[in-house]
Every structure is written in structure tokens, then in C-alpha cells.
């Protein structure tokens, strides 16, 4: 029997969860969720210390600092591997972007997107199975 109140707290707890969340999502739209607006705020205040050089039409050479990174924004890539290995823009990358008319979430993944993270929070969580008595 404890093990049965257990798994019935635990029902009630992630549905609670799954509710909060939906509620705080409400009407996402594409947009990407806040958790990836603030990173990217960080990043963007990082970007504002580094200076682009285009290569070529894709890629750039980022400066500024202490390291110099090479940004392939056709591939999505940079030397220092976070926009490849996170799908967020890094500051480099950001500092890449900055002068086009390219759009900076356009770049991001979009399992960062508001839309997926509504997916996420989607099902519903019965605390009694309908199926059983
Ligand atoms: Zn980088």
C-alpha cells in the first residue's frame, strides 16, 4: 500500500508540474522561451566586446576576446563548439549575425521554441487511470 500512495503522490505532483508549466507557456507562439531569451541576452552583451571580419560569405573571424573564433553561419558552426554542440547561438556567432539582416533566432534550434516546449507540456496526466476502477 505505501508503494501505491507513492506512485499516487507522484501522479498528482507531475500533473500539477505539467499544469504549471502549461499555464506559464499560455499562448506561445514561435517565439523561443524565456530560458533561451536570457542566455541569449548574455550572449549578445558578450558579442558586444568582439569585432567581425568576413571571410567569406558565410563565414567570419570573431576577435576581441583573446581568442580568435571562426564562425561558419552556413553550417552553424564555430571554433569554440557551443553553437554547434548547444543549437543556441554563441557570442561569437551573435557578433557574426549582428551586421546582416539575418535573424538571430533563425539560428537557434528550434526544440529551443516556445512551440515545442508547449509539446512538451501537451498530455495530460490523469491521476486515476478512465481505463480502471
Ligand atoms: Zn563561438
Redesign the pocket.
Same mark, same amino acid.
Given at each position: 500500500m505505501p508503494v501505491l500512495a507513492l506512485l499516487d503522490a507522484i501522479q498528482k505532483l507531475t500533473s500539477k508540474w505539467f499544469n504549471k508549466h502549461r499555464n506559464a507557456i499560455g499562448s506561445a507562439t514561435k517565439t523561443l522561451t524565456p530560458s533561451t531569451k536570457a542566455i541569449l541576452r548574455a550572449n549578445f552583451t558578450l558579442s558586444q566586446r568582439l569585432k567581425a571580419s568576413q571571410l567569406d560569405a558565410f563565414e567570419y573571424t570573431?576577435y576581441g576576446d583573446g581568442n580568435d573564433?571562426v564562425?561558419n553561419l552556413s553550417d552553424r558552426s @564555430?571554433?569554440?563548439?557551443?553553437?554547434q554542440i548547444e543549437k543556441i547561438t @554563441?557570442?561569437?556567432?551573435i557578433a557574426a549575425i549582428y551586421g546582416t539582416k539575418l535573424d538571430l533566432y533563425d539560428f537557434c534550434s528550434p526544440y529551443y521554441s516556445s512551440q515545442m516546449w508547449a509539446l512538451s507540456y501537451a498530455d495530460t496526466i490523469y491521476i486515476r487511470c478512465p481505463h480502471c476502477k
Amino acid at each position: 500500500m505505501p508503494v501505491l500512495a507513492l506512485l499516487d503522490a507522484i501522479q498528482k505532483l507531475t500533473s500539477k508540474w505539467f499544469n504549471k508549466h502549461r499555464n506559464a507557456i499560455g499562448s506561445a507562439t514561435k517565439t523561443l522561451t524565456p530560458s533561451t531569451k536570457a542566455i541569449l541576452r548574455a550572449n549578445f552583451t558578450l558579442s558586444q566586446r568582439l569585432k567581425a571580419s568576413q571571410l567569406d560569405a558565410f563565414e567570419y573571424t570573431l576577435y576581441g576576446d583573446g581568442n580568435d573564433e571562426v564562425v561558419n553561419l552556413s553550417d552553424r558552426s @564555430c571554433s569554440c563548439r557551443v553553437f554547434q554542440i548547444e543549437k543556441i547561438t @554563441c557570442a561569437h556567432a551573435i557578433a557574426a549575425i549582428y551586421g546582416t539582416k539575418l535573424d538571430l533566432y533563425d539560428f537557434c534550434s528550434p526544440y529551443y521554441s516556445s512551440q515545442m516546449w508547449a509539446l512538451s507540456y501537451a498530455d495530460t496526466i490523469y491521476i486515476r487511470c478512465p481505463h480502471c476502477k
